[in-house]
């Protein structure tokens, strides 16, 4: 049995990146809904531009009204999710100075205690500061490394006991006990320092999740309520409206055409009689009367 198998490394990154594609996904739709958020916005604008009469803008304070709305709830899950990205940082800088404090001085971690200078130190009066996600993913993959070393350790340890025990000559059971005592300290400090990263884990996947599900739920309503019940519909509407009356216009003839055409028609007809000078007038007056 490997110590990569009992300590089950391999599962615990596992974890941590479950927990980063969920990450990943939720900056995703968070760029989503500023693109969608910004559209708004600039159709906002250009409707204000093109109808600056008082009661156009009147009626176009509602629409701004939604805008704030969305954007407010968008500024909301972009700062719980500030929070999220700022704890996980935490989490894993505390648990990396707590193992390093706490850890067997007859493990090597001199490299480890230097490199963690080039980490920015996390404070927690500042809990909406965005640290670098690539220290993140350093961190705590230099924790998986150093319990992997620590575990390596315990059993270098595990097999001196077990020499000393098999050696023949004095009895020396209280140096075995002693032996075996603090093997086992070191063992289960290990296996609490798996234990918590385990938790840390499960929390941030909790807590990405809720905040996933409730920022697919605001994608969803600003698609379906927005614009797909009525910016999407309205303008189907309006095209098709638009299609009816130049599908009519096209199948007449030009008014003023048909007019003139009768009018020629008319005046190239011979006359048989003359036309008394009143009636002349008349006609005149209400072919002139038609043209306009």
Do not use: W
């Not at 705590?140 to 575990?151: A, P, R, T, V």
């Not at 340890?157 to 000559?169: S, V």
């Not at 028609?265 to 002349?280: G, H, L, R």
């Amino acid at each position: 049995m490997t110590s990569m198998h009992v300590l089950n490394i391999d599962n615990l990154r596992e974890s941590f990146n479950v927990n980063m594609q969920i990450l990943h996904t939720l900056l995703d739709k968070q760029t989503q809904v500023k693109e969608k958020l910004d559209t708004l916005k600039t159709k906002y604008s250009d409707m204000i531009q093109n109808n600056k009469r008082k009661i156009f803008i009147f009626c176009l304070d509602s629409y701004y009204f939604q805008y704030k709305m969305l954007v407010v709830e968008m500024e909301n899950i972009s700062k719980t999710l500030c929070m999220i990205k700022n704890r996980i940082y935490g989490d894993y800088y505390k648990l990396y100075n707590v193992i390093l404090s706490e850890s067997n001085l007859n493990v090597d971690l001199s490299h480890f205690s230097t490199k963690i200078k080039k980490y920015l130190p996390y404070k927690d009066i500042e809990p909406f500061f965005e640290y670098n996600n690539n220290d993140v993913i350093q961190l705590h993959n230099d924790i998986l490394q150093i319990l992997n070393l620590m575990y390596r350790e315990f059993l270098q340890k595990e097999l001196k006991t077990i020499g000393y025990n098999d050696a023949n000559g004095l009895t020396v059971d209280n140096f075995i006990q002693t032996l075996n005592y603090d093997n086992n300290t070191f063992k289960g400090k290990i296996f609490l320092y798996v234990n918590y990263l385990q938790f840390y884990h499960k929390l941030q996947h909790n807590h990405l999740n809720t905040l996933l599900t409730r920022i697919t739920i605001f994608v969803n309503d600003i698609n379906e309520q927005i614009i797909s019940n009525n910016n999407i519909t309205f303008t189907v509407e309006n095209e098709e409206y638009k299609k009816n009356i130049e599908s009519y216009l096209n199948s007449q003839e030009p008014v003023k055409d048909v007019v003139k055409d009768v009018v020629k028609d008319v005046v190239e007809e011979p006359v048989k009689e003359p036309v008394k000078e009143p009636v002349k007038e008349v006609v005149k007056e209400v072919v002139e009367k038609v043209i306009k």
